[in-house]
Structures are given as C-alpha cells and as structure tokens.
C-alpha cells in the first residue's frame, strides 16, 4: 500500500500558482509534462533545469515526437521559460499567453441542441499513445544561434579549460568552443557561478590527480561544480598551486588601479591619493 509522507521528499509550490495553473484550461499532455517540470525545478528548490525530452519520455510514458510538440505548445503560451534545454516554469501567470474561452452558455446550450457543434470546434484527438497525424518536423529547432566571439568570457574560459586538459593529454580531440561556451554560459547565467570561482575550479581540477580525468568537458564542469569547489578550498595550499589565470582586459585595468593607488600614484582631479 502506497505511504507517502512529506518527510520523504516534497515540493514547495506558492498557492498563488498552483491555483493560477487550476484555472488554467490545458490538455492532458501540458498538464503532465508541466507537473513533471514542476517536479525537476520546485521539487529540488530550483527554478530552472537541465531537462531533456528523454527524461520526459521515460517518467509520463509519453512518447518522443508528442513530448516535442507539446513543450512547443507550452512555449508558445508563454508557460514555461526554455533556452537550449534548461526549462524552467514562467511563475508570472499574468504572461501566459491564453486563448479567449466561450463563455456564452446559451449559445453553447443552443449549438448543443442541435446536435453539432461551432464551426470553430474542432474534434479533440483522443489522449492516449496512438500516434497523431504528421504536422511537420517534430525535431526541436535550434532556438539560440548565439556565436559567442572570441573576447567573450564564455570562449575565453572555454579556452582556458581546453588548454589545461591538453597539458595533460595532448592527443585531446578538438571540440567545439562554441559548444562549450553554452555550457559556460548556463553557468554563469542560470547557476550563478563566480566567474573568478570557475576560473580557478578549471585549474585545480586539472591539478589534481583524481579529477582530471573525469572533467573532460564543461559539461563535466557544470554538473560536479560543487563537489570541485568544495574539495577544492579543502585541499590545503590550494592556491599556491594553481598556475597564473589569465584576466581579462577589465581584470587587468582593475588590477593596474588598485597598483597605481597603493603606489600613490593615482590622480584624481589632478591631486595624487597617497594610500594610507
């Protein structure tokens, strides 16, 4: 017999939305795949997540192309927020994009009775796993074609980590930067991560003797993060032995200040500050 209980594992979700989301006229598959994404953001006290639609797939049993086409859907009504495959709930349930509801009863009661119905209904495909009539490719489309430049932080820390894994092993396979760079992107965007403190993640991890190889990627990078940080600001003189990191132009014209105004050296105004 089925005993959950809340010390088990729970999800907190704010009244507000979930009766938003009751209102909510959706089919059965956007009510489904939502729940689900509910469950991989708020049910780990996040508000987006790396989904794909495999894991969709094996947790609602519904199938591939019905999943694609329904995260479209909810995408399209402005429900769900999803860029590259972080997908995350649009908690601002006054965005959602909702099509105007008949709420004329005696028209409906009137079209009833004739036996038909309004022209502008159409037969609803019963739910189920049958598979629907082709409407088109249902692979997802590339949404962001962002090229990250050369002097971007996410190319330059993708460099950055490429270049401290080939110390290691230098027959590694090119890869592409620009898809690096994504993952970097979703780290400094999505999980909020320091730039400096991922800077310095790349070359300890690349230092030490048991994770070096297994961060072969940003990817890697991105999902042990913490576990990296952590061992990290643990292992004693940690810092002596990271090499020097590069910096950026604005690191180094920040780094030239603080010098100059130690120095005395710093003039504003055309008067000296003398560092005390």
């Known amino acids: ?28 598959y956007e009510h489904r795949i939502l729940l689900f994404i509910i469950r991989k953001t708020y049910g780990y006290k996040k508000t987006v997540d790396w989904i794909s639609q495999q894991q969709i797939v094996e947790s609602s049993g519904i199938k591939k192309s019905h999943v694609c086409r329904t995260i479209k859907k909810l995408k399209d009504k402005n429900i769900i927020i999803k860029e590259f495959k972080m997908i995350g709930i649009q908690k601002d349930y006054e965005q959602w994009k909702l099509p105007k509801q008949v709420t004329n009863i005696s028209y409906l009661n009137r079209e009833l009775s004739k036996n038909k119905l309004p022209k502008q209904v159409t037969p609803v495909t019963q739910t189920g796993n049958k598979k629907l009539p082709i409407q ?8 962001n074609t962002t090229k990250y430049t050369e002097d971007s932080i996410e190319i330059q820390l993708s460099k950055l980590l490429l270049e401290k894994i080939k110390i290691n ?16 992107f979703i780290m400094i965007k ?4 320091d730039i400096k403190d991922i ?17 072969q990627s940003p990817f890697k990078l991105k999902e042990k993060f913490d576990s990296l940080y952590t061992r990290m600001i643990n292992t004693p003189g940690w810092k002596n032995e990271i090499p020097n990191i590069k910096l950026t132009p604005e690191e180094e014209a920040q780094k030239e200040r603080l010098k ?13 500050i003398v560092s005390t």
């Open 1 to 28: 017999m089925a005993n959950p209980q809340c010390e088990n594992g729970h999800t907190n979700l704010a009244n507000e939305l979930l009766e938003a989301m009751i209102r909510t006229p959706l089919s059965d």
């Open 136 to 143: 088109g490719p249902t692979k997802e489309k590339k949404e």
């Open 169 to 184: 092993n230098p027959k590694f396979k090119e890869p592409s930067l620009q898809q690096w760079a994504k993952y970097i």
């Open 190 to 193: 999505y999980d909020k991560r």
């Open 199 to 215: 800077k310095d993640v790349i070359s300890f991890c690349q230092s030490d003797s048991f994770w070096k190889a297994i961060i």
């Open 260 to 272: 100059q105004f130690k120095e005395g050296k710093l003039i504003i105004d055309d008067r000296p």
